[in-house]
């Protein structure tokens, strides 16, 4: 049995990201972190500097997506999240 190495060469990509119409707007999505809304959750519950205590974490920064609720997780075959 032989088995033969071959290259793969990837010349272009697809991708769909919310408010990303091109790839440069992509990473400037990546490089635009906000402080986490209050909308979001109560960051004074959730933050300890330390991020040795459980349940805890330790960066007030994020990024994060509107309209989340709009989100079908039938359609990706997955159990709606309750929060």
Request: with cysteine.
């Amino acid at each position: 049995m032989k088995l033969y190495k071959e290259l793969i060469t990837i010349v272009g990509i697809r991708y769909r990201f919310p408010d990303a119409n091109s790839l440069g707007a992509f990473w400037q999505l990546l490089y635009n972190v906000t402080e986490v809304p209050a909308s979001q959750w109560d960051i004074e519950a959730f933050y300890d500097p330390s991020s040795t205590k459980p349940s805890k974490m330790n960066t007030c920064w994020g990024g994060f997506l509107e309209q989340v609720d709009q989100f079908d997780p039938q359609f990706f075959v997955m159990l709606p999240v309750s929060l």
